[in-house]
């Protein structure tokens, strides 16, 4: 930080751009910790800008689906004392990652008449090719997430991210559970917190959009969805829309461990 | 206790009307799709004295899940106290008594020799009235837990009612309970007779149990068998490590300190959060998690309950509410996982 103002990039890769209109939207909070940072780069805020770095904070948005992504995100991660991915996509492959569930030639011919020009590749989390240094969740990302890292950042300590399930917000919040009270197929036991358990506030199942919590145990989950009589297919559904690419998601993506074992 | 009174079910109602008038009332509801909740209200008309169980015991009314404590600010050095209790005296109408053994479960806990502040205020701003059950609820057990299905405590509460052939028999725990039962209109004094009746009640209900602990040496045989195969096995095979357990159980403490700041780093506020030992990040610690399998969450859970707590508090931490298995996603009981220990304490983990 040379002046002592943090330079900041923000890097945007297969996804909605949901999460940049939110760090934007964001300002709103923040005019003056905007004047506490410097934006070295961010396309979609203001043109040109200095993409080769150096950066003490790169934000890097959307899942990695094409080979250019992997050697600019190498280039960030060389010059960057802080990468941290922001929202689902980036984090834990996202709604982008949902294509990975079938074969890529299907999926592109479900989609361009002509596919001879596609270069994409299965779609993964920035942190499947270069380390990490934390991770602002959710879809888009979460304010809350964001808001500490930002603080932290002026204070110099160490963000405190949310690491516990959606469940544990929904309890402080004090809502009846809709899995175990009207067997509706709820996420929120393996689902990063972070949203305040908006959906279950709102009367339906959390789908898992903030991607799955360290340790989830999706399995166990998977069974009780079965047990409910959901079908293989919808336990598949719920455990690829978010996170397909993940560790801890795929012993619930029922369907495709039962190919396996065929 | 000094003497009882009886009270018709219509003066009943109307006895909360009044209470209403100098209370904040907090009493179990109808909430949607069948479900009870305790929650404010106005007068007697909402209640739902029949209800059987709530998800969470109204221990948040005296410890919130979320508790503002303090706002720092950095540039003055000032330090200003959040929470400020109650805005109105509030009273819990209807506490079952497993709920009340609860609280002064969580008493030992919170006025002990580290006193807290926080909960110290409102357990004194909170006014406790007690009804005893008549009948079991499908998961609870606190006949086994010496916690129900009527009151055994002689202090730390107010009133206690029982139902008595379409009156209330009304007790007073503590010289300001005395004092509210004779605001009851329609006040009745009653004899041995109806103390008679009550005690035979007491029994009917505790007779109609089908879930059960069996405690004697419970304590000393979960401490010889840490290792006991049951709790890997359950852990693999269902524990989602979600929390919901603990979060509904009505006497755990744990809580964790979070601090927000203002994007301008000047004011600190510091809230406190309920905490569970089922996190992950619970028992996170420089360099490393000291609880890492899931299998050593649950048991931190199971045996604090039914086995540490006795040592660090002199009674069971759990008071046979159900909650915890009612609540769990996947229906893990730790009764059930007690009778495993205690059918085969020696059992090993077969491997393969
Ligand atoms: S409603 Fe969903 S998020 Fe809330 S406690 Fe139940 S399972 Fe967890
Ligand atoms: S409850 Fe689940 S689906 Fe809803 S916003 Fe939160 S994480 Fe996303
Ligand atoms: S351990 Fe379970 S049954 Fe015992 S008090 Fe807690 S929630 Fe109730
Ligand atoms: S069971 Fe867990 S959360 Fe509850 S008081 Fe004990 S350690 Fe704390
Ligand atoms: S015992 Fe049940 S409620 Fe508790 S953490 Fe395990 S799955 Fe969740």
């Not at chain 1, 917000?169 to 305040?196: D, F, R, S």
């Not at chain 2, 110290?120 to 609820?137: D, F, G, I, P």
């Not at chain 2, 725990?173 to 009550?198: D, F, N, V």
């Amino acid at each position: 930080m040379s002046d002592g103002k943090p330079r900041i990039g923000v890097f945007k890769y297969s996804c909605c751009a949901g999460c940049e209109f939110q760090l934007i939207f964001f300002q709103k909070h923040v005019l003056e910790t905007l004047g506490k940072v410097e934006i070295v780069f961010c396309r979609m805020l203001q043109s040109g800008g200095v993409e080769e770095g150096p950066f003490d904070v790169a934000l890097i948005e959307g899942t990695i689906t094409e080979q250019w992504q992997i050697e600019q995100l190498r280039k960030i991660r060389s010059v960057t004392t802080y990468v941290i991915p922001i929202g689902s996509c980036a984090v834990c492959g996202g709604v982008p990652a949902i294509k990975n569930n079938e074969q890529e030639y299907t999926i592109q011919s479900r989609v361009y008449e002509d596919t001879s020009r596609l270069t994409s590749i299965r779609a993964h989390s920035v942190d499947q090719y270069v380390p990490v240094d934390g991770y602002i969740k959710g879809c888009p990302m979460g304010e809350r997430d964001l808001a500490e890292f930002v603080t932290s950042l002026l204070l110099g300590k160490r963000p405190e991210f949310i690491q516990y399930p959606v469940c544990v917000e929904c309890k402080l919040q004090h809502n009846i559970c809709v899995l175990v009270a009207y067997h509706w197929p709820c996420m929120g036991p393996v689902t990063n917190a972070g949203c305040g358990a908006l959906c279950p506030s709102h009367d339906r199942e959390c789908y898992g959009c903030w991607g799955p919590m360290k340790n989830a145990h999706a399995r166990a989950l998977a069974n009780r969805f079965a047990k409910m009589g959901l079908s293989e297919e919808d336990i598949c559904r719920r455990f690829t829309e978010f996170g397909e690419p993940t560790v801890e998601w795929k012993p619930g993506q029922v369907r495709r461990w039962d190919v396996v074992q065929k | 206790m000094s003497t009882s009174h009886s009270i018709s079910a219509d003066n009943l109602c109307r006895w909360v009307d009044s209470l209403a008038g100098r209370f904040q009332v907090l009493g179990p509801v109808a909430a949607k799709r069948g479900q009870n909740v305790f929650a404010p209200i106005d007068n007697s008309a909402p209640l739902a004295l029949d209800y059987c169980t709530t998800m969470l015991g109204p221990r948040f009314f005296i410890y919130p899940s979320v508790q503002r404590l303090c706002k720092i600010d950095r540039e003055t050095n000032t330090y200003m106290a959040a929470d400020p209790g109650p805005a109105r005296t509030q009273l819990i109408f209807a506490i079952h008594p497993c709920d009340m053994h609860a609280i002064s479960v969580l008493d030992r806990t919170f006025l002990g020799p580290n006193k807290d502040f926080y909960y110290a205020k409102r357990r004194q701003e909170t006014y406790t009235v007690v009804l005893n059950c008549s009948r079991a609820c499908d998961q609870g057990f606190c006949a086994s837990m010496g916690t129900g299905p009527f009151l055994r405590l002689t202090e730390g509460f107010d009133v206690v009612m029982t139902a008595l052939d379409g009156e209330y028999l009304l007790e007073a725990g503590s010289p300001r309970g005395q004092e509210l039962i004779e605001t009851a209109p329609g006040l009745q004094k009653t004899g041995r007779m109806r103390l008679y009746e009550k005690s035979r009640l007491e029994q009917q209900a505790a007779a109609s149990f089908t879930k059960s602990l069996e405690t004697e040496g419970l304590p000393e045989l979960l401490m010889r068998t840490f290792e006991h195969p049951v709790y890997k096995e359950v852990a693999d095979a269902r524990c989602l490590g979600c929390s919901n357990c603990v979060l509904v159980c009505p006497t755990c403490f744990c809580y964790k300190m979070v601090d927000r700041v203002d994007f301008e780093a000047k004011i600190v506020e510091r809230s406190r959060h309920w905490d569970a030992c089922q996190d992950y990040w619970f028992a996170e610690v420089h360099d490393g998690n000291f609880r890492q399998p899931q299998q050593a969450r649950l048991r931190q859970f199971m045996t604090h309950k039914l086995c540490t707590w006795v040592e660090q508090y002199g009674c069971f931490g759990c008071i046979g509410c159900g909650r915890c298995m009612t609540w769990c996603p996947t229906g893990i009981d730790i009764t059930e996982m007690a009778k495993e220990i205690q059918r085969a304490p020696t059992r090993q983990l077969e491997l393969g």
